[in-house]
Structure formats: structure tokens, C-alpha cells
């Protein structure tokens, strides 16, 4: 790993735990609304999904990391899940995702303390 590819991981993988985060919860509010309310929710759900998506394949790109694609398949999944209507399954998904991006923070942290750059 080359600290400007640690650097913008550490960075990346930051902002996808906030949005698995923010995801997951909604996924849970999700179940608490009407049939009426879900189509909504489910519509800002994949919007959100599709977001982090995109920081994921961006982080791939200038952080190669092995454990990216793998983190773009969950999310996938579980877009494929909300699409269903079968949300609240999603959830499984987006917690591996979540941990397989704190690893990639982790490493990454651990990485720059090595260097005292953190």
C-alpha cells in the first residue's frame, strides 16, 4: 500500500461507513412505515444505495484494496433485495459491507501510524 492510496482509503472508507450507517438504519425505519410510505422510502433507499455505490467504485479506482469489489457485490445484493421489496433482508448485506469497510479503514490507519503520518 502507497500512503496516497492509504491516505484516500482511510478518507473512503470513512464516508461508506457513514452511509452503511445511515443506510442501515433507514432500512429499519423502513419496516415501521405504510405500504404507501414504503414506496417512498424504498425509492430514497436504492437513491441512497446507488450513492454509496458510486464512493465505493471511486475508492476502488484510487485505492485499490481486493475487498472493494466484494463490498460493491453486498451492496448490489442488497439493492437487488430493496428493488424486491424485501428491505428489511438488505440489512444482512449492508453489516458486511459496514465491517469489510472498517477493515479497510483499519488497515489503512494502521498503515499511516507506521509512517507517523496519524
Not at 450507517?21 to 437513491?47: A, D, M
Not at 445484493?77 to 449492508?94: C, F, K, N, P
Amino acid at each position: 500500500m502507497k500512503t496516497n492510496e492509504a491516505i484516500l482509503a482511510f478518507s473512503q472508507s470513512e464516508k461508506i461507513k457513514a452511509g452503511l450507517i445511515w443506510l442501515g438504519q433507514s432500512l429499519e425505519f423502513l419496516q415501521s412505515l405504510s405500504e404507501e410510505e414504503k414506496r417512498g422510502g424504498q425509492k430514497t433507499i436504492k437513491l441512497l444505495l446507488a450513492m454509496i455505490g458510486h464512493e465505493v467504485s471511486l475508492a476502488r479506482s484510487l485505492a485499490p484494496h481486493e475487498e472493494w469489489g466484494s463490498i460493491e457485490n453486498l451492496i448490489e445484493r442488497s439493492l437487488v433485495m430493496v428493488d424486491s421489496g424485501v428491505g428489511q433482508e438488505a440489512t444482512m448485506h449492508i453489516s458486511k459491507a459496514l465491517s469489510r469497510v472498517t477493515n479497510i479503514g483499519q488497515q489503512s490507519m494502521v498503515f499511516l501510524k507506521e509512517k507517523n503520518l496519524l
